[in-house]
């Protein structure tokens, strides 16, 4: 998963982020390709040939896509703290920004706990 989302980064970097959240809802395994055709929007036709391509050149090719038993983490990074969990947790924090600075919020129906490492 993490391999493909890299694959995206890197041909579509703007496009990364609905990609990684799609991803996320995606039910099922299914091929790089099948996961392009069943979102057609996500990426123009030649940025998902090369994605494929890529894909398809490494070593190890990724041929599966599996979300449900391989989940795609989230990591966001700022000031020297890191919020990270899956992706479709991740969906309960928004950024923003407010003058100089970015302000993060985590919704969460639980109590935060703090450990120390």
């Known amino acids: ?3 493909f989302v ?7 970097p703007d496009r990364v982020d609905e990609v990684a959240t799609t991803l996320g ?3 099922g395994e299914v091929s790089p390709k099948e996961f392009f055709d069943a979102n057609p929007t996500l990426l123009p036709a030649a940025a998902v040939e090369k994605v494929i391509a890529d894909l398809g ?10 979300p449900a038993n391989y989940g795609l983490r989230q990591i966001v990074s700022a000031g020297g703290i890191q919020i990270a969990g899956s992706v479709n947790d991740m969906k309960q924090m928004t950024s923003r ?3 100089a600075v970015w302000v993060i919020t985590i919704r969460v129906p639980e109590k935060p706990r703090t450990r120390f490492a």
Not at 57 to 66: A, C, G, Q, S, V
């Open 57 to 66: 050149d490494r070593t190890r090719p990724i041929r599966r896509l599996d």
């Open 25 to 27: 809802e995606t039910v």
């Open 6 to 12: 890299q694959s995206v980064q890197k041909i579509a």
């Open 1 to 3: 998963m993490k391999s």
């Open 97 to 99: 920004q407010e003058g």
